[in-house]
């Protein structure tokens, strides 16, 4: 009887074994995937700050962009502003010195004859071709 009782010892302390292994297995399995979720996490982390990073910087260089853009586009209107009173300049100097230039034969200014509009508008067409071919602003 004792031999049998032994042999439930020994059947008892392996059953004991390996339910201890298997909580141990079992234990170490769980720190082992803890350990990778928090790795897993710490590189979702890091690739977020790398990402926030570049968005934070792409902002920055839009800023700029369109900080520039509003630099230029300022230029380009002080110069039309500029190259119109230019242009409008250069006309009203024209136009002065036309009014130099052109003195209209006395009977074109005579408003009280109408048979010579005709001769005074041929007269003033040539006058301003000349004018207009000889200027020079």
Not at 23 to 36: C, D, E, H, K, N
Not at 81 to 91: E, K, N, P, T
Request: proline share 2%; charged share 25%; hydrophobic share 40%.
């Amino acid at each position: 009887m004792e031999k049998q009782s032994d042999w439930l010892g020994d059947v008892l302390k392996i059953a004991l074994g390996i339910a201890l292994g298997g909580v141990i297995l079992w234990r170490l399995s769980v720190f082992y995937l803890q350990y990778q979720a928090q790795q897993a996490a710490q590189e979702i982390q890091a690739q977020a700050d790398l990402m926030a990073h570049k968005l934070s910087e792409q902002q920055r260089q839009h800023k700029v962009l369109m900080q520039d853009a509003a630099v230029v586009e300022q230029r380009h209107e002080a110069e039309r502003v500029q190259a119109l009173v230019a242009a409008d300049d250069v006309r009203r100097r024209k136009e002065a010195a036309w009014e130099q230039y052109y003195h209209p034969a006395p009977e074109c200014t005579d408003t009280s004859r109408s048979d010579v509009s005709v001769e005074c508008g041929n007269a003033y067409i040539r006058a301003r071709r000349q004018f207009e071919a000889n200027w020079k602003p």
